[in-house]
């Protein structure tokens, strides 16, 4: 079977075009709409470690994909994360890089 020149464009072409549909819309989607943090440094004491640690967790807020969320809260020095409970409440240890810690309250993320 022989294919000419315009035959074989015309395929490439289709093929293309049925990559392009469905399961890569979503992820172009995703890309173009992608939340970034800005870099910040890690905190030095407690005090700064809380606020970066809100700032950190509510700049993730409504990120479904964790491979986005992670580079949102490495953003932020974070390194680490870990749901959890303090005084009875549902709270979120963060561990930043510099080994500094904070416990965020899920009522203090509101």
């Given at each position: 079977m022989k294919i000419t020149k315009s035959s074989l464009k015309q395929i490439i072409k289709e093929e293309i075009a049925a990559l392009?549909?469905?399961e890569f819309d979503d992820m172009d989607?995703?890309?173009g709409k992608e939340k970034k943090a800005?870099?910040?440094k890690c905190p030095a004491n407690p005090t700064e470690a809380k606020s970066t640690a809100i700032a950190a967790l509510?700049?993730?807020k409504g990120v479904k994909?964790?491979?986005k969320v992670m580079d949102i809260l490495l953003g932020f020095c974070v390194?680490?994360?870990k749901r959890g409970k303090s005084k009875g409440q549902?709270?979120?240890q963060v561990l930043f890089r510099n080994k500094e810690r904070a416990i965020v309250l899920d009522s203090e993320l509101q």
């Amino acid at each position: 079977m022989k294919i000419t020149k315009s035959s074989l464009k015309q395929i490439i072409k289709e093929e293309i075009a049925a990559l392009r549909e469905d399961e890569f819309d979503d992820m172009d989607d995703a890309f173009g709409k992608e939340k970034k943090a800005p870099k910040a440094k890690c905190p030095a004491n407690p005090t700064e470690a809380k606020s970066t640690a809100i700032a950190a967790l509510k700049a993730t807020k409504g990120v479904k994909d964790q491979f986005k969320v992670m580079d949102i809260l490495l953003g932020f020095c974070v390194s680490k994360t870990k749901r959890g409970k303090s005084k009875g409440q549902p709270a979120t240890q963060v561990l930043f890089r510099n080994k500094e810690r904070a416990i965020v309250l899920d009522s203090e993320l509101q």
